[in-house]
């Protein structure tokens, strides 16, 4: 088994960390830039990463999320937020297809064909999915360094979003905590590739 195998097959949703043991901030640094250096649709980047370390506001933070322990336990927990506005916004558009280095001619027919598929959009849906392919990407690369994570939807949006005082145009798509698990781990379960395959020819 290869190593992205293993790490894959080491990753799952931990629901009890060890909270006496943290992450460096060289270790999650790491686990962030995998997140920074993930893809995203037209290169827009719409993410922005909120890292909370202090227990006080981990603390705070637990009973807006269902009372998971995942958020108290953990060494890190990170809030993927998800910025509509950004992705509206003309200087941050122009910016972001500058940096291709195209002619002046073809970078202004790139934007006319990204605006026309943003016009298609619900705007708030299309950013959020793009925050799901940088959370993958640092949980998986988590994984290959032995460090666990837990993905977590399962919070009171607006009372989350009002805690960190968040712009409207700002919503947070998901937590994931960081740390090291302290339960058992258990085998994982998964469909048969047979069974998600549609073979077409």
């Known amino acids: 088994m290869d190593r992205f195998a293993l790490a894959m097959q080491h990753r799952y949703a931990c629901k009890a960390f060890d909270p006496a043991r943290k992450l460096s901030d060289q270790e999650f640094a790491k686990i962030l830039e995998y997140g920074r250096l993930s893809p995203s649709s037209f290169g827009m980047e719409p993410w922005r990463f909120i890292v909370v370390t202090g227990q006080e506001t981990k603390e705070a933070l637990r009973p807006l999320c269902w009372n998971q322990k995942q958020i108290t336990t953990c060494s890190h927990l990170l809030i993927i937020v998800a910025d509509s506005g950004v992705v509206q916004d003309e200087s941050y558009i ?49 994984a290959h360094h032995g460090i666990d994570s837990c993905p977590i ?49």
């Open 94 to 142: 122009q910016a972001m297809f500058a940096r291709r280095g195209l002619p002046a001619d073809a970078t202004a027919a790139y934007i006319e064909r990204y605006k026309s598929f943003l016009a298609q959009q619900d705007v708030a849906c299309w950013v959020q999915k793009q925050c799901y392919i940088a959370a993958a990407n640092m949980m998986t690369g988590a």
């Open 153 to 201: 939807e399962g919070f009171e949006k607006e009372k989350v979003e009002a805690f960190f005082a968040l712009a409207p145009h700002q919503k947070v798509a998901l937590l994931i905590a960081f740390g090291y698990c302290a339960m058992e781990r258990p085998q994982k379960r998964r469909l048969d590739l047979e069974k998600l395959i549609i073979q077409r020819r």
